[in-house]
């Protein structure tokens, strides 16, 4: 039993190891990479050391390219998606899981439903509406059509239903109003929801790409994945210019793995939630 | 009173889920199948009286009239049927691995290896694009990689050629059969219904795999974590050894789990989409072409929208018929 037990052991942490390389040593390739001159990110790949260490492709982002102007409308974007989802998500599955109103079932069926239609085949769909809107080509565009997310309310109707009625019932004694009730008892007590809901929401719309690809065209208007998409597939596509993709695309990467560093476990709740919603 | 108060303020709460989820998913749908009936150009209105109405033209033209339409569609079906046939059975595999390792009890620091292996999946797709797009580059990490044990890699971008057919090139088969180079269907010869996915499919397929294997391990962790400690006990006492319980214990309460990560990986095989448009647009010959990226490239640099607008919906069609199927297994599993 005993030494099975220890060649177990090694094997188990031989495969860990190995797999550890494999899904982390592309981010060290990266961040090494971005501060190697070019001949050098050309001859030595996969070293983690630059050698010379350069900052002339950081020096390129933030002169040679509109990154400042990116990270500002990335910010700007993200900030207001994150806030509104969180909003109008638990406010809906507030309604959903503790309100009484005709409609109710036919709602909630419709926001599961909605959950399944996949995204990439509503690209032309949804610029066709932001054109009919007049709303194409603006901060709104890129806002707005994704300012809800039907995940979310049914993340946040989960919660609601597992919250004792209790505590509201005391405030609806008290005279306090449905919203009243919903933002001073009962949104307070969903701290850990919320956390989820705003951390899913954060890293979506950091990340958000398809999207801004339909709904605006002005370059001034482009968010971090989408300037970035551009400086490799657009005027330094030919060329290699490693060290500088490679720089943008770690400073794009960062907030995210904050975040995540910080608060893994409410992505590792994500994760498992969304699975069961099927 | 109080209940007509609750009806208001339920109306008021879901209203902007319900208008927006409303205007920005199911009218588009809508508009959408319109669309897709018309030759609409891009200019202007579609709902215009001068916009031609062209019918299913914009279908048949997919399925049934020979051309370059149903040739391009038909090219993106046959590589996102092999990228799916790829990345479904290896992601689920290499996830499900992971999640076993990582559930012995006897290791230490599980919690790192297990953030290490979910850390790609909560980044940027177009971030991570960039990175595998120096990592696959002629001078980049995986040629130095096989340089390093004497292979000479492939410019992976560039090279069109299908692992299918550099197999049977291996065995002194180089050109097409005449059986199956004059005949075909649905536009393609059978030669190239079977090319399998091309090298830069792969480069491809290896970061898709590898961003989301780590998501689908958690949800395998999660089904083992709730599995009762006693079942694997009394195996042990049985005289189990590690593959039988694995084979006769483990695999069959992790079948619930097994079905989702499955039919989820089906469902997001179709949708490929990010790291097309950032690695390499379709390219090289049309090999990495998938009806997602066709369906944008269609409507946005073409400038035909409806048959943009048919290719997703047949994308969609593909999609919901996944999405029953998992519906449909889960259901299964309900009621057992």
Redesign the interface.
């Known amino acids: 039993m005993k030494p099975r037990g220890l060649v177990n052991t090694f094997v188990g942490y031989s495969i860990l190891i190995f797999f550890a390389l494999v899904f982390l040593y592309p981010f060290v390739i990266q961040l090494a990479n971005s501060f190697k001159t070019e001949p050098d990110a050309a001859d030595n790949p996969l070293s983690p050391v630059p050698n010379p260490v350069s900052f002339a492709g950081f020096e390129r982002i933030f002169e040679g390219t509109n990154f400042p102007l990116w990270l500002g409308n990335s910010l700007l974007v993200t900030v207001v998606l994150t806030v509104g989802r969180v909003f109008f998500d638990s406010l809906a599955g507030y309604a959903l899981a503790r309100l009484r109103f005709g409609g109710r079932r036919a709602i909630f069926a419709g926001v599961i439903a909605v959950m399944a239609v996949p995204g990439v085949v509503l690209l032309i769909p949804k610029f066709l509406v932001l054109n009919q809107l007049g709303i194409y080509d603006s901060y709104t565009a890129l806002i707005l059509p994704i300012i809800v997310d039907a995940a979310g309310v049914f993340i946040m109707k989960q919660f609601f239903e597992s919250v004792p009625a209790s505590m509201e019932e005391a405030a609806r004694i008290d005279g306090a109003s449905v919203f009243r009730t919903y933002w001073s008892v009962v949104l307070p007590m969903a701290r850990p929801a919320l956390i989820t809901l705003t951390i899913l929401s954060f890293q979506g719309s950091w990340n958000e790409f398809p999207h801004t690809l339909v709904a605006v065209q002005d370059p001034d208007l482009f968010t971090l994945p989408r300037g970035l998409a551009d400086l490799v597939s657009g005027s330094l596509g030919t060329g290699t210019q490693y060290p500088l993709k490679l720089g943008a695309a770690l400073l794009a990467t960062i907030p995210v793995a904050i975040i995540f560093v910080i608060f893994q476990r409410y992505f590792v709740r994500g994760a498992t939630e969304g699975a069961e919603k099927g | 009173m109080r209940?007509r108060?609750?009806?208001l303020?339920?109306?008021l709460?879901?209203a902007?889920?319900?208008l927006?989820?409303g205007?920005?998913?199911?009218?588009?749908?809508v508009?959408?199948l319109w669309?897709s009936l018309t030759g609409w150009n891009g200019q202007g209105?579609?709902?215009r009286s001068g916009v031609p109405f062209v019918g299913g033209d914009n279908y048949t033209s997919l399925f049934t009239e020979d051309g370059l339409p149903r040739q391009d569609f038909m090219t993106s079906i046959r590589n996102n049927l092999y990228y799916v046939a790829l990345v479904v059975p290896v992601q689920t595999a290499l996830a499900l691995?992971?999640a076993l390792?990582?559930n012995?009890r006897?290791?230490k620091?599980k919690s790192?290896?297990r953030?290490?292996?979910?850390?790609?999946?909560?980044?940027?797709?177009?971030?991570?694009?960039?990175?595998?797009?120096?990592?696959f580059?002629n001078?980049?990490?995986v040629n130095?990689?096989l340089a390093g044990v004497g292979i000479d890699g492939p410019v992976w971008f560039d090279d069109s050629r299908g692992l299918i057919h550099l197999l049977l090139d291996t065995v002194g088969v180089n050109s097409a059969p005449g059986a199956l180079s004059n005949h075909g269907v649905l536009g393609l010869t059978w030669w190239d219904w079977l090319s399998g996915p091309s090298v830069a499919m792969c480069a491809i397929i290896a970061l898709v795999v590898?961003t989301t294997s780590?998501?689908f391990m958690?949800?395998f962790l999660?089904a083992l974590q709730q599995m009762p400690q006693q079942v694997e006990e009394a195996s042990l006492i049985d005289g189990a050894n590690?593959w039988q319980r694995l084979r006769y214990v483990t695999l069959p309460m992790l079948r619930p789990t097994l079905f989702?990560v499955l039919?989820?990986g089906l469902?997001g095989t179709?949708?490929v989409?990010?790291q097309i448009?950032?690695m390499s647009?379709g390219n090289p010959a049309k090999t990495t072409l998938t009806p997602?990226f066709l369906?944008?490239r269609t409507?946005?640099k073409d400038f035909e929208?409806g048959r943009?607008?048919a290719i997703?919906?047949v994308?969609?069609l593909i999609?919901?018929a996944m999405?029953l199927l998992?519906?449909w297994l889960?259901r299964e599993r309900r009621s057992s």
Do not use: C, H, K
């Open positions: 209940t108060n609750e009806t303020a339920g109306w709460f879901v902007p889920v319900v927006i989820l205007v920005f998913l199911l009218l588009p749908i508009m959408a669309v209105s579609p709902f691995g992971l390792v990582v012995q006897m290791l620091g790192f290896f953030t290490a292996f979910y850390f790609p999946s909560v980044t940027s797709s177009v971030a991570i694009s960039v990175v595998f797009l120096f990592i580059a001078s980049g990490a130095a990689l590898w780590g998501t958690l949800m999660a590690s989702l039919t989820l469902i179709w949708q989409f990010d448009y950032v647009q997602a369906s944008y409507a946005f929208y943009g607008a997703s919906f994308l969609f999609i919901v999405t998992q519906r889960l």
